[in-house]
């Protein structure tokens, strides 16, 4: 039997699919903003925005009679028949955010026009009251109270209010650089976040990463085939450990587009090491009719209508950058210089110089004239739009699935399973013990030989020889201990001369902070240094001396796939750098006393391994030898 669904049951499935999260609530409010023509933008939240959420705006606001249709699924200004859908130049346009957030959660607008009077209409759940006088300047304030209040399910697969926050700031920070000509304040718990004035995309960069993310920057503004290309480009020598420092703006929207990222990622791909991914702010300007919005109800996703322009486009343009031969382009490309004023932030160090860009000459004439149309470069332009695996963009906020596929259960009779599983273990677990007793040899048994080139240590026992090689065996047992110290939590703290900084944008931020309590654990006094950075004034004392940089870089190249450090990973390196720091070299003389001690130490563990694989001991049976010099056959 077919039901048909109430308007309460489809306004929250729509609601699943266009508000997720407290952050997916804040891009929708935002948007509407940004729609209304405003040029004052504030959002405040409060507990990751599952408590509150507050925009307000300067914009048109609504009349009296508009606002039970701003609650109205399907309702929107922004279109009229279906064909304006292929010339989409609003951000919102589908009429569902306001429908969708209210009917999970209790909400209030109030609005004004510039010539009208501010008006109220408050909603719990979907369900309206009455519009009511009200006081308020012109343009709107929307608040959205108990977010998921009445779907509890989705409340309880919210994330941590860190997390939500962090979330939040990512978005608020795309928003701050794909409008600068809007002024932007973001308040996390009445806390200043992201402040813009609305001063131009570097002012907005600076704002949103520090001023002295220009210092690394190139400023490019190119046009090719009709499609504008311009922003910021991270230079040669400057790189992320993940891709939540990467921002694309299609037509003002900030997407997420495979062939764009694997364009930008294929012409660093000379300048990149592994693990490491460009910055970019970029923006593309491209004719609506060629882009498709309307792919995914988050509208983060766009298609273009040939995505070998866009792909040849894009790469000319960065790879020509990079190599420093844009002159040889149809586009201008300006290094930022330094102005006179400097930005005063507070409880920083050293404060940076704050960069504008010099004004762009015009394009030579023979040059404009050269260009070529995208339609004409549809039919004759061709390129290479192949996406590398693993370039691929992704969502700060969208992990990848990771799967477990099983084999396919066995045909077999039942039975006892059970006991046959059981009794199976039992002897697997028996045949280890003798392999392992039988790669094993009683220390005080080897008699101590001499040394081979420095480095290589000769035992005997028996018919059999020992060459252990000394570097790799002192690493190992060093290594076992500095894990067993790790895992006992025995950790002692070394203070540094002068504390590590970190800059961290506000996903990373949120990130680390939520691991403080794990970072400590192990050994680092790790602490928030404003809003944008962290300090370190300690490691662990096995770690005192390692690339505190490289360090981070591989604690935060993990946001994209985890949710929490992947602290075994990362410290076992770490911990392997650091006993092979300490062990003793190939090359230096080890008195036979210290030989002797170096063997006990093993444990007489003849399959022994240093950290990174290499084996440390060698068997060479009496058989062997005699083999070599014709002794027996």
Same mark, same amino acid.
């Given at each position: 039997?077919?039901?048909?669904?109430?308007?309460?049951?489809?306004?929250?499935?729509?609601?699943? @699919?266009?508000? /997720?999260?407290?952050?997916?609530?804040?891009?929708?409010?935002?948007?509407?903003?940004?729609?209304?023509?405003?040029?004052?933008?504030?959002?405040?939240?409060?507990?990751?925005?599952?408590?509150?959420?507050?925009?307000?705006?300067?914009?048109?606001?609504?009349?009296?009679?508009?606002?039970?249709?701003?609650?109205?699924?399907?309702?929107?200004?922004?279109?009229?028949?279906?064909?304006?859908?292929?010339?989409?130049?609003?951000?919102?346009?589908?009429?569902?955010?306001?429908?969708?957030?209210?009917?999970?959660?209790?909400?209030?607008?109030?609005?004004?026009?510039?010539?009208?009077?501010?008006?109220?209409?408050?909603?719990?759940?979907?369900?309206?009251?009455?519009?009511?006088?009200?006081?308020?300047?012109?343009?709107?304030?929307? &608040?959205?109270?108990?977010?998921?209040?009445?779907?509890?399910?989705?409340?309880?697969?919210?994330?941590?209010?860190?997390?939500?926050?962090?979330?939040?700031?990512?978005?608020?920070?795309? *928003?701050?650089?794909?409008?600068?000509?809007?002024?932007?304040?973001?308040?996390?718990?009445?806390?200043?976040?992201?402040?813009?004035?609305?001063?131009?995309?570097?002012?907005?960069?600076?704002?949103?990463?520090?001023?002295?993310?220009?210092?690394?920057?190139?400023?490019?503004?190119?046009?090719?085939?009709?499609?504008?290309?311009?922003?910021?480009?991270?230079?040669?020598?400057? !790189?992320?450990?993940?891709? &939540?420092?990467?921002?694309?703006?299609?037509?003002?929207?900030?997407?997420?587009?495979?062939?764009?990222?694997?364009?930008?990622?294929?012409?660093?791909?000379?300048?990149?090491?592994?693990?490491?991914?460009?910055?970019?702010?970029? !923006?593309?300007?491209?004719?609506?009719?060629?882009? /498709?919005?309307?792919?995914?109800?988050?509208?983060?996703?766009?298609?273009?209508? /040939?995505? +070998?322009?866009?792909?040849?486009?894009?790469?000319?343009?960065?790879?020509?950058?990079?190599?420093?031969?844009?002159?040889?382009?149809?586009?201008?490309?300006? #290094?930022?210089?330094?102005?006179?004023?400097?930005?005063?932030?507070?409880?920083?160090?050293?404060?940076?110089?704050?960069?504008?860009?010099?004004?762009?000459?015009?394009?030579?004439?023979? #040059? +404009?004239?050269?260009?070529?149309?995208? @339609?004409?470069?549809?039919?004759?332009?061709?390129?290479?739009?192949?996406?590398?695996?693993?370039?691929?963009?992704? *969502? *700060?906020?969208?992990?990848?699935? #990771?799967? @477990?596929?099983?084999?396919?259960?066995?045909?077999?009779?039942?039975?006892?399973? =059970?006991?046959?599983?059981?009794?199976?273990?039992?002897?697997?677990?028996?045949? +280890?013990?003798?392999?392992?007793? +039988?790669?094993?040899? @009683?220390?005080? &048994?080897?008699?101590?030989?001499?040394?081979?080139?420095?480095?290589?240590?000769?035992?005997?026992?028996?018919?059999? =020889?020992?060459?252990?090689?000394?570097?790799?065996?002192?690493?190992?047992?060093?290594?076992?201990?500095?894990?067993?110290?790790?895992?006992?939590?025995?950790?002692?703290?070394?203070?540094?001369?002068?504390? !590590?900084?970190?800059?961290?944008?506000? #996903?990373? *931020?949120?990130?680390?902070?939520?691991?403080?309590?794990?970072?400590?654990?192990?050994?680092?006094?790790?602490?928030? !240094?404003?809003?944008?950075?962290?300090?370190?004034?300690?490691?662990?004392?096995?770690?005192?001396?390692?690339?505190?940089?490289?360090?981070?870089?591989?604690?935060?190249?993990?946001?994209?796939?985890?949710?929490?450090?992947?602290?075994?990973?990362?410290?076992?390196?770490?911990?392997?750098?650091?006993?092979?720091?300490?062990?003793?070299?190939?090359?230096?003389?080890?008195?036979?006393?210290?030989?002797?001690?170096?063997?006990?130490?093993?444990?007489?563990?003849?399959?022994?391994?240093?950290?990174?694989?290499?084996?440390?001991?060698?068997?060479?049976?009496?058989?062997?030898?005699?083999?070599?010099?014709?002794?027996?056959?």
């Amino acid at each position: 039997m077919i039901n048909l669904l109430t308007a309460d049951v489809y306004n929250k499935i729509a609601a699943g @699919e266009v508000v /997720d999260r407290p952050y997916s609530v804040v891009k929708e409010l935002v948007e509407n903003a940004v729609d209304a023509g405003a040029t004052e933008i504030s959002v405040e939240i409060e507990g990751g925005g599952k408590k509150r959420i507050r925009v307000t705006d300067n914009g048109s606001g609504m009349e009296k009679s508009d606002l039970p249709l701003a609650y109205a699924s399907h309702a929107t200004s922004k279109l009229k028949v279906a064909d304006d859908l292929f010339a989409i130049r609003t951000l919102g346009f589908r009429g569902e955010a306001i429908a969708s957030v209210a009917a999970v959660s209790k909400m209030e607008i109030v609005s004004r026009t510039a010539e009208g009077e501010a008006y109220s209409l408050r909603s719990e759940g979907g369900v309206l009251g009455e519009v009511l006088p009200a006081a308020g300047a012109k343009g709107t304030v929307v &608040t959205v109270d108990d977010l998921f209040f009445n779907v509890p399910a989705r409340l309880k697969f919210l994330k941590s209010d860190a997390q939500e926050e962090g979330d939040i700031a990512g978005v608020m920070a795309r *928003f701050l650089l794909s409008h600068p000509e809007i002024s932007f304040t973001y308040l996390a718990n009445g806390k200043i976040k992201y402040r813009s004035f609305g001063d131009g995309l570097p002012a907005a960069l600076a704002a949103v990463y520090g001023a002295g993310i220009l210092n690394d920057c190139i400023e490019i503004d190119a046009e090719k085939h009709g499609i504008r290309i311009h922003g910021f480009l991270g230079n040669r020598n400057f !790189f992320k450990p993940n891709r &939540t420092w990467q921002s694309l703006f299609v037509n003002g929207r900030y997407v997420v587009n495979q062939t764009v990222g694997a364009a930008v990622t294929n012409a660093y791909a000379s300048y990149l090491m592994k693990r490491q991914y460009p910055f970019y702010v970029l !923006f593309l300007d491209v004719p609506p009719e060629i882009v /498709d919005v309307n792919v995914h109800p988050n509208k983060a996703d766009v298609r273009f209508a /040939d995505n +070998q322009i866009i792909y040849g486009c894009v790469y000319s343009v960065v790879s020509a950058v990079l190599d420093g031969n844009s002159r040889a382009l149809e586009y201008l490309v300006n #290094q930022p210089k330094p102005a006179a004023a400097e930005v005063q932030e507070e409880a920083k160090p050293a404060p940076a110089p704050v960069f504008t860009a010099m004004p762009k000459p015009s394009a030579p004439p023979q #040059q +404009q004239q050269q260009t070529m149309s995208y @339609e004409a470069a549809k039919k004759e332009v061709k390129f290479d739009v192949s996406i590398p695996k693993g370039t691929e963009p992704r *969502f *700060f906020d969208e992990p990848p699935v #990771q799967m @477990e596929v099983r084999s396919p259960a066995s045909e077999a009779p039942l039975g006892n399973a =059970a006991e046959d599983a059981f009794a199976e273990n039992q002897r697997f677990l028996r045949e +280890q013990a003798v392999k392992a007793k +039988q790669e094993r040899v @009683e220390p005080d &048994t080897l008699t101590y030989k001499g040394e081979l080139f420095r480095t290589y240590l000769i035992y005997e026992a028996g018919d059999c =020889a020992y060459l252990i090689d000394q570097h790799a065996a002192h690493e190992r047992i060093l290594y076992d201990r500095l894990r067993e110290k790790w895992e006992n939590r025995s950790v002692v703290s070394q203070p540094m001369l002068a504390p !590590f900084l970190l800059t961290v944008n506000g #996903q990373e *931020f949120a990130f680390l902070e939520r691991n403080f309590p794990v970072l400590r654990e192990i050994g680092f006094e790790i602490d928030a !240094f404003g809003d944008d950075a962290v300090k370190v004034s300690a490691v662990p004392v096995e770690l005192m001396g390692i690339d505190l940089n490289k360090f981070f870089g591989e604690v935060l190249a993990s946001m994209e796939t985890l949710r929490a450090i992947k602290l075994a990973d990362i410290l076992k390196d770490k911990l392997a750098t650091a006993a092979c720091k300490a062990a003793v070299k190939g090359g230096e003389l080890l008195s036979e006393q210290e030989a002797r001690a170096l063997i006990r130490e093993t444990g007489g563990d003849l399959g022994l391994k240093c950290p990174h694989g290499r084996p440390a001991v060698v068997e060479v049976r009496k058989s062997e030898l005699e083999k070599l010099f014709k002794r027996i056959v």
